[in-house]
């Protein structure tokens, strides 16, 4: 209703490309996310996966990105446990699922969301499992607190702050009178690879969203 009666209308944090939407979305794939999520872990040798899911049931991003990391997953042959995360205080909820995770065998766990997967790290270390050796652990966001374990947390840097640029440019431009609509974008995130994935400390190492890798 907003966009027929010439309000501009975007949907953020998201991109889909390819499929019929009814307005502009500024943001990017989490299907891909999810995808390059498992791809990173597979890459250091792990065929016993895991996703935690977000607790909250309308995180359909965080659902998306699950979806993306078991389809990759199972594409390699690999196993995949699926995991949704109670809900509540995220570190606890992480916490939590440390047991299921130990039980299914995981090697290695991509979360939703870096709180998430904090408390999986942190529990981990609480019961003396050896993180990256015994347990890998990804998380999503870029959240400060991620930096400051030990071991660091890998997590995937969505483009925040371009994304809000990019939404305020295009609704501008749309009230400035241009007569179109906003204009969709598709915008880069990058995987950062730190102490909690890594084989070896000695280095970190970032992909962006085209797949090159680059010194973090």
Do not use: K
């Given at each position: 209703?907003a966009?027929?009666?010439?309000?501009?209308?975007l949907e953020?944090?998201?991109?889909?490309a390819?499929?019929a939407?009814p307005f502009?979305q500024?943001?990017?794939?989490?299907?891909a996310v999810?995808?390059a999520m498992?791809?990173?872990?597979l890459?250091?040798?792990?065929?016993r996966?895991?996703?935690?899911d977000s607790?909250?049931?309308?995180d359909?991003?965080?659902?998306e990105?699950?979806?993306?990391f078991?389809a990759?997953?199972r594409?390699a042959?690999?196993?995949?446990?699926?995991l949704?995360?109670?809900?509540g205080?995220?570190?606890d909820a992480?916490?939590?699922?440390l047991?299921?995770?130990?039980?299914?065998?995981?090697?290695?766990?991509?979360?939703?969301?870096d709180?998430?997967?904090c408390?999986?790290?942190?529990?981990?270390?609480?019961?003396?499992?050896a993180v990256?050796r015994?347990?890998?652990?990804l998380g999503?966001?870029d959240?400060?607190v991620?930096?400051?374990?030990?071991?660091a947390l890998?997590?995937?840097r969505?483009a925040s702050?371009?994304?809000?640029?990019?939404?305020?440019?295009?609704?501008?431009?749309a009230?400035?009178?241009?007569?179109?609509?906003?204009?969709?974008?598709a915008?880069?995130?990058?995987?950062?690879?730190?102490?909690?994935?890594a084989?070896s400390?000695?280095s970190?190492?970032?992909?962006?969203s085209?797949?090159?890798?680059?010194?973090?």
């Amino acid at each position: 209703q907003a966009q027929a009666a010439g309000t501009p209308v975007l949907e953020i944090w998201d991109h889909q490309a390819g499929e019929a939407r009814p307005f502009a979305q500024i943001g990017f794939s989490h299907l891909a996310v999810g995808q390059a999520m498992a791809g990173h872990l597979l890459a250091h040798g792990h065929r016993r996966l895991a996703y935690l899911d977000s607790g909250v049931a309308d995180d359909f991003r965080a659902h998306e990105r699950g979806s993306g990391f078991a389809a990759a997953a199972r594409a390699a042959g690999a196993d995949v446990q699926l995991l949704t995360a109670r809900s509540g205080d995220p570190f606890d909820a992480g916490r939590a699922a440390l047991a299921a995770l130990r039980h299914g065998g995981a090697q290695a766990v991509a979360c939703a969301t870096d709180h998430l997967a904090c408390g999986v790290l942190l529990q981990a270390l609480d019961e003396g499992l050896a993180v990256p050796r015994a347990l890998a652990v990804l998380g999503f966001g870029d959240f400060p607190v991620g930096r400051q374990l030990r071991p660091a947390l890998s997590t995937v840097r969505p483009a925040s702050d371009a994304i809000g640029r990019a939404a305020a440019l295009a609704v501008v431009a749309a009230l400035a009178g241009s007569g179109q609509p906003p204009r969709g974008q598709a915008l880069p995130w990058t995987l950062l690879e730190r102490s909690s994935t890594a084989c070896s400390t000695a280095s970190s190492a970032a992909a962006t969203s085209a797949g090159n890798p680059r010194a973090a």
